[in-house]
């Protein structure tokens, strides 16, 4: 198992609701181990890359309303 984390800057938090919103998205996701969010936009996640990638979890937040900015 190789575990993978990234900080992933996004648009859409606002306030705890939509942090609770995102913890819904990410819920039972496959291969998530991990989950940090704040309200400035800041999604850190740890995953075991042999079960989800990076780029899936991206698509999970995408489909919530989350979506990938460049960070600053």
Same mark, same amino acid.
């Given at each position: /198992? %190789?575990?993978? =984390?990234?900080?992933? !800057? *996004? &648009?859409?938090?606002?306030? #705890?609701?939509? +942090? /609770?919103? @995102?913890?819904? %998205?990410? #819920?039972? $996701?496959?291969?998530? #181990?991990?989950? !940090?969010?704040? @309200?400035?936009? #800041?999604?850190?996640?740890?995953?075991?890359?042999? @079960? =989800? &990638?990076?780029?899936? @979890?991206? $698509? +999970?937040? %995408?489909? %919530?309303?989350? !979506?990938?900015?460049? &960070? *600053?």
């Amino acid at each position: /198992m %190789a575990t993978a =984390t990234d900080t992933f !800057h *996004v &648009s859409g938090i606002r306030c #705890e609701r939509c +942090v /609770m919103r @995102l913890a819904t %998205a990410l #819920e039972g $996701q496959p291969g998530l #181990e991990g989950a !940090h969010a704040n @309200l400035m936009g #800041e999604v850190t996640l740890t995953w075991d890359d042999e @079960l =989800t &990638s990076r780029t899936a @979890l991206t $698509q +999970v937040l %995408a489909g %919530a309303g989350f !979506h990938e900015r460049a &960070s *600053v």
